[in-house]
């Protein structure tokens, strides 16, 4: 019975150690209307037109602090699931790599999805902003990126939650917006119109740190199980 309740605490001790899980939410596609004048992602006043994009959010799921809501699937099939939050309650951030050049966002995000029998009410967003200070006769000033999926035609969702796997490329019908943009000091600015042309979302890989705290601790599991046998086939007189 210590044994086993010395394994239970061990166990116990590694899952209340286990951070929450981590989700990448990945969208590509090109710049429908784009300009910079910042020198971010190229020379100062590079027109960003047609360049293509990546948009990669990391979703933390649960987040302390985050309101997060789901619900249903009900009895017409209609299952949604929302959540959102700002500051360390932010459960959504987001790198947007242009010209191989990457801008984070990690202050505010939201992420929302929607699904339902009926046509037309198929819909995935995530957006994430970013606030800055380089204006102070004007306030915060907030960076911005976001993406969204909507189709009345294709149904390319089969679960209304957020976290749920998910590899969709655009099809005819499919309406797809997006957009960023990116304040420097001085009103120079990097913004456009972003037209996303594919979503994934995926579970991200457990850290190395996380893996090894695990292996450590199942490694600690296995030696306090070897010990008990040891001593119950070679008692000491």
């Known amino acids: 019975m210590k044994l086993r309740a010395a394994i239970f605490a061990i166990v116990m001790s590694i899952a209340s150690s286990a951070p929450a899980a981590t989700f990448l939410i990945t969208y590509t596609g090109t710049i429908s209307w784009g300009y910079d004048t910042t020198g971010k992602f190229g020379p100062p006043a590079t027109d960003l037109t047609g360049v293509p994009y990546r948009a990669v959010y990391t979703l933390t799921d649960p987040k302390p602090g985050a309101t997060s809501v789901r619900f249903g699937p009900d009895e017409f099939g209609t299952e949604e699931s929302s ?58 000033v907030a960076d911005y990126l976001i993406n969204t999926i909507f189709s009345p035609v294709n149904s390319f969702l089969s679960s209304g939650d957020y976290t749920h796997p998910l590899n969709y490329k655009i099809k005819p019908g499919d309406f797809v917006y997006g957009f960023f943009q990116v304040y420097r000091e001085g009103g120079d600015f990097a913004q456009g119109d972003l037209a996303p042309s594919s979503v994934t979302i995926s579970k991200a890989v457990p850290e190395p740190m996380s893996w090894t705290m695990m292996i450590a601790g199942f490694g600690l599991v296995g030696a306090k199980m070897r010990r008990h046998m040891a001593a119950a086939k070679f008692p000491s007189a």
């Open 83 to 140: 959540t959102f939050g700002y500051g360390k309650a932010n459960p959504l951030t987001g790198v947007l790599t242009i010209n191989g050049v990457s801008h984070s966002f990690d202050f505010e995000g939201s992420a929302y999805q929607f699904h339902a029998i009926q046509p037309g009410l198929f819909v995935y967003l995530a957006s994430v902003s970013h606030f800055t200070t380089n204006f102070p006769e004007e306030g915060h």
